[in-house]
């Protein structure tokens, strides 16, 4: 694959979670392209090894939810026999629900025909927080465990645009990116000492599995949400998933980011710049 730069990864053993998704799958590929070893995680062991047979050797696939700590060290140890101790982790599992996800963008008293937030199942909420924020936290607490003062070790988390401003209609997504954010920066005070470095990225908006119908219609034109979507991003586009490489391979870059740690780096088009006007 092109890569916009290369970083030297050699040695280095890194587990990608959500690595089968569309673009945790193009980060798991840059990763072993640097040289790394790389294990891709994910709940559908299939998709996980079509990702490993597509990179070959210097990948491993594993079965895992990342909400299932029994799953995920069973992985660990797997790992850990085959390769020895990991030191770059990616957690990039997440998602959404559409039980947590309003179909208005603002409340209009007497509407009944729509779902709004009165009627949010509160199962749906849960899902969501969860799979994004504790499905952050304990990966975490499984791999992390070996790497602390381990020389270049580091966590990148995948966060979300909706992090730094709530999205209309994904309340719980947008919650629980923001709490993704919070985590990194604790987490990265939380061992700063031990020299294990945390920082993110936080996507704006690219096209996924997971949000193809809410940007596309079933022929292809654009819903009324990508206009507004588009609208909203000086760049005028969606991101594509190699437009987040280099931020990807700048963090678990020793050499280029040793000195960093807690941040969340936007990958947005300049969404997050625009006021509107």
């Known amino acids: 694959m092109k ?25 798991a590929k840059a990763l072993a392209a640097c040289g790394a070893k790389v294990a891709i ?13 597509e990179i070959g050797e210097e990948a491993l696939a594993f079965s895992a939810d ?12 797997a790992i850990h026999e085959q390769w020895g101790k990991v030191s770059i982790l990616i957690n990039g599992a997440g998602g959404n629900n559409p039980m947590a996800t309003t179909d208005d963008e603002q409340y209009q008293p007497g509407v009944q025909a729509v779902k709004d937030f009165f009627q949010l199942d509160p199962d749906g909420i849960k899902q969501v927080m969860d799979v994004n924020f504790l499905g952050t936290v304990i990966p975490t607490q499984v791999f992390a465990r070996e790497m602390v003062g381990m020389p270049g070790a580091c966590v990148v988390n995948i966060s979300s645009m909706a992090s730094f401003q709530p999205l209309t209609k994904v309340m719980s997504y947008s919650g629980a990116k923001a709490a993704v954010n919070n985590f990194t920066m604790w987490l990265a005070t939380y061992f700063a000492g031990s020299g294990l470095r945390v920082n993110a990225i936080a996507p704006g908006f690219f096209l996924t599995q997971q ?33 987040l490489l280099g931020a990807l391979l700048f963090l678990v870059s020793e050499e280029a980011a040793g000195y960093v740690t807690g941040i969340t780096i936007p990958v947005d088009g300049g969404f997050m710049a625009y006021s509107g006007v």
């Open 41 to 53: 995680l994910g709940r559908d062991l299939g998709k996980a090894q079509q990702v490993a047979d």
């Open 211 to 243: 949000n193809k119908d809410m940007l596309f219609h079933k022929d292809g034109s654009p819903t009324a949400r990508t206009g507004k979507i588009l609208a909203a991003t000086p760049m005028g586009r969606l991101g594509k998933p190699k437009d």
């Open 3 to 27: 890569l916009p730069f290369t970083v030297d990864l050699s040695g280095k053993i890194a587990v990608v979670t959500g690595g089968s998704g569309v673009l945790c799958s193009q980060m």
């Open 66 to 77: 990342v909400l299932n700590i029994a799953s995920l060290r069973a992985a660990a140890r």
